[in-house]
């Protein structure tokens, strides 16, 4: 049946020609619900509140700096721009952002203390170029050449504390320019000084870029990452909600969750209505995990599993969501006055690119083949 989880619309009003992974799939997501689900609409509006939570939510972008790729490439373009900080030698900034642990430099031109240096001179002018192993020098060099000369000033800023104040990082990634700036300094009444300084560096020529290239910064290198967070609270729990109503789904059908008890969630799903009332932390360890764990000869389970646990009390239905395996997870009301349902649950181990329900995951451990 074409009936949408979410807006409860079917096939006259609305389109269902995509699935909705029940996951998301920017955090590692493999499964999705059966096509017919969840309308073409619902899940583009979702989509895009989705790749929000999987870049600015810090519990999820921290973990995913540290995590390798997953996901669509437009999911894995999903680097945290902020300010790095060498602490071997002599103190530098730079901008840049941590992939698999590594600090990675951007492609960046440095303008230090230009009250100091009256806006005229290039001594202090520093120019880093992240490392490659399929470019020489002097190739990178030109490349960044070619795209300063382009510099449109109009860069994503990034303001911090770590940059001195007059002191500008200018870095381009993907396409886009970054300026790094001190967090009191007004970017509007910066900009047309970096770009002073731009236009000055062009017009010497290829020679007064390479007399003041730096070299390239070492991503091996000791550093402190400066990295903050835009994120909205409301948005970040209609995600939360979302993925236990998904698993849920996933677990007790479509005809379940399109019951009149689930309108309440449906909307702060979608609209962010009063979703604090739905959504909110508690302190303790995630709920299924570490049990599985113990059966690593009949189940191969990753250490960073997200896992939702499904449970009724007093009436009541809750999804107790946690990411990554972390502690401290989500709990998020799903419906009042339901049957009973549950326990359950729905694990996604994204390490090796499996999901379970907890039937399969009981057949395993007991040396059971999985159902058809």
């Not at 990675?104 to 230009?114: A, E, G, K, N, R």
């Not at 700036?181 to 770009?195: F, G, I, M």
């Not at 390239?216 to 290198?221: H, L, V």
């Amino acid at each position: 049946m074409e009936r949408c989880i979410y807006t409860g619309a079917d096939s006259t009003t609305a389109h269902f020609s995509s699935s909705e992974h029940i996951f998301p799939e920017c955090i590692g997501g493999v499964h999705c619900l059966p096509r017919g689900w969840v309308s073409d609409e619902a899940n583009n509006a979702l989509s895009r509140l989705e790749l929000t939570f999987g870049r600015e939510h810090p519990q999820v972008a921290i973990q995913r700096m540290f995590l390798p790729p997953m996901g669509r490439k437009k999911h894995t373009n999903r680097d945290r721009i902020g300010v790095l900080t060498s602490l071997e030698g002599k103190r530098e900034l730079s901008l840049g952002y941590i992939r698999g642990g590594q600090p990675f430099p951007l492609d960046q031109i440095v303008f230090s203390d230009l009250a100091a240096a009256g806006h005229t001179h290039t001594s202090k002018v520093r120019i880093i170029l992240s490392p490659s192993a399929e470019q020489t020098t002097n190739a990178l060099l030109l490349a960044f050449w070619e795209d300063l000369c382009k510099y449109d000033g109009r860069p994503v800023c990034i303001r911090s504390p770590e940059v001195p104040p007059q002191t500008y990082l200018l870095g381009r990634k993907d396409k886009k320019w970054f300026l790094g700036l001190n967090r009191d300094e007004d970017p509007e009444l910066a900009d047309p000084t970096v770009r002073r300084m731009v236009d000055k560096l062009t017009e010497r020529g290829t020679e007064a870029v390479c007399h003041g290239f730096g070299g390239f910064q070492d991503q091996s290198s000791h550093v402190e990452a400066c990295i903050s967070f835009s994120v909205s609270l409301s948005d970040c729990l209609r995600v939360y909600a979302k993925i236990a109503l998904n698993c849920l789904a996933k677990l007790a059908g479509q005809e379940f969750v399109l019951a009149a008890a689930f309108d309440p969630i449906r909307a702060a799903i979608m609209d962010g209505t009063d979703i604090e009332s739905f959504v909110w932390g508690i302190e303790g360890p995630q709920p299924v995990s570490p049990v599985l764990w113990r059966f690593p000869d009949r189940l191969t389970l990753g250490r960073q599993c997200h896992a939702v646990c499904i449970s009724g009390w007093n009436g009541d239905l809750y999804g107790i969501v946690s990411l990554y395996g972390l502690n401290d997870p989500m709990v998020v009301r799903l419906a009042r006055d339901v049957p009973r349902f549950g326990p359950d649950f729905y694990l996604c181990d994204w390490e090796n690119a499996a999901e379970y329900t907890m039937t399969d995951c009981v057949l395993r451990i007991c040396g059971h083949e999985e159902p058809d």
